[in-house]
């Protein structure tokens, strides 16, 4: 999957979090950044944006791997 990420704030930078799927039924392998692979092996992420700056992830899953959950990522 691709996903464009752009922090539209000009003064402060931001963290987002990526989650994959809605219940993180999907587990994330690796995400290519500006043509550097960073190896994931999990069903979330975090992303640090500057600020007025954005990216494109290349990001390698494999679906439906992981047992759905309600948990938030910052809670497992």
């Known amino acids: 999957v691709t996903v464009m990420l752009v922090n539209l704030t000009q003064v402060a ?5 990526v ?3 809605a219940y993180a039924e999907h587990e994330f392998e690796q995400a290519e950044v500006e043509g550097t692979t960073e190896l ?3 069903s979330s992420f975090t992303v640090r944006l500057a600020p007025g700056c954005g990216t494109t992830l290349r990001i390698k899953m494999q679906r439906y791997a992981n047992q ?7 809670n497992r």
């Open 19 to 21: 989650q994959g799927g």
């Open 40 to 42: 994931i092996d999990d």
């Open 13 to 17: 930078a931001r963290t987002v979090g």
């Open 68 to 74: 759905p959950t309600l948990a938030f990522p910052w």
